[in-house]
C-alpha cells in the first residue's frame, strides 16, 4: 500500500525567504505527483503537478521529482503571507491519489 | 472556470443518526468523484471512488452500508454518514475530475461533521 511522508511537519520562514518542503513516497511504479494547498477553512486546492524526473517551475513554485530516491519537493521563492497554508503532495495512481501527512507553513512578515 | 460546491458547510448530529452531504461539479464532467475523510490532525483517508457507469469501489475501513454514495450523472453526487458515531467526526471533502491520471482533482470546501 502506498506511504507518503511529507517533512518537515511544519515551517517557519521570514516574508520573502525560500521554503522547501519534501515529500517520500514508497510505491516504484508512482508515475503522477502533484502538490496541493489547503487554507484554513477551505479545501485543498491544486498547485502545480510532475510527472518527469528532474524540475519544473511555475512562477514562484519550483517541483522536483526524483523517482529513484522515491522523492519529490516543492520550494517557494519569495515567500509571501499569503502561502501561509497547509501543503500536500499526492501520489496519483491513475485511479485515485494518495495524500501525504501535510506540511504547515507559516510565513511571518 | 471548474468549481466544485459542497453543502452542508457544517452539520451537527446526534449520535446513531444520519446526514447526507452533497457535491455539484460546475464548469466540468465530473466523470470520477472521490470522497475522503480529513481527520483533526489534517491527515487524509479516502472513503471511495466513484467513476460513472463504473461500480463504485469503497477503500479498506470504509463500506457501502456506512457510507452509501450516488454518483448519477456527471455533475452531482452524494454521501451518506449513517449510523454517525464521534470516530466519524471530521472534514468530508468530495473531489472530482474528468477523467483519470494526470488531471486535476478539484475539491470543494468540504462538509464538516460534528457528532453530539
Known amino acids: 500500500q502506498q506511504k507518503v511522508q511529507q517533512s518537515p511537519e511544519s515551517l517557519i520562514v521570514p516574508e520573502g525567504g525560500m521554503a522547501s518542503l519534501n515529500c517520500t513516497f514508497s510505491d516504484r511504479n508512482s508515475q503522477y505527483f502533484w502538490w496541493y494547498r489547503q487554507h484554513s477553512g477551505e479545501g485543498p486546492k491544486a498547485l502545480m503537478?510532475?510527472?518527469?524526473?528532474g524540475d519544473k517551475k511555475e512562477g514562484r513554485f519550483t517541483a522536483h521529482l526524483n523517482k529513484a530516491s522515491l522523492h519529490v519537493s516543492l520550494h517557494i521563492k519569495d515567500s509571501q503571507p499569503s502561502d501561509s497554508a497547509l501543503y500536500f503532495c499526492?501520489?496519483?495512481?491513475?485511479?485515485?491519489?494518495?495524500f501525504g501527512t501535510g506540511t504547515s507553513l507559516l510565513v511571518d512578515p | 472556470g471548474a468549481l466544485v460546491y459542497q453543502y452542508p458547510r457544517r452539520t451537527i448530529c446526534k449520535s446513531g443518526t444520519s446526514m447526507r452531504m452533497e457535491c455539484q461539479a460546475v464548469?466540468?464532467?465530473?466523470?470520477?468523484v472521490a470522497w475522503y475523510r480529513q481527520s483533526p490532525q489534517k491527515t487524509f483517508e479516502l472513503i471511495a471512488l466513484?467513476?460513472?457507469?463504473?461500480?463504485?469501489?469503497?477503500e479498506q475501513n470504509f463500506t457501502q452500508e456506512k457510507f452509501p454514495i450516488s454518483h448519477p450523472n456527471l455533475s452531482f453526487s452524494s454521501m451518506t454518514v449513517l449510523n454517525a458515531y464521534l470516530e466519524d467526526r471530521g472534514l468530508y471533502l468530495c473531489?472530482?475530475?474528468?477523467?483519470?491520471?494526470?488531471?486535476?482533482?478539484?475539491f470543494g470546501s468540504g462538509t464538516r461533521l460534528t457528532v453530539l
Open positions: 473531489g472530482a475530475r474528468e477523467t483519470g491520471g494526470a488531471e486535476t482533482l478539484y
Open positions: 499526492a501520489v496519483d495512481m491513475g485511479y485515485k491519489l494518495t
Open positions: 503537478s510532475i510527472f518527469s524526473n
Open positions: 464548469g466540468f464532467q465530473a466523470t470520477s
Open positions: 466513484s467513476t460513472v457507469n463504473s461500480a463504485i469501489k469503497y
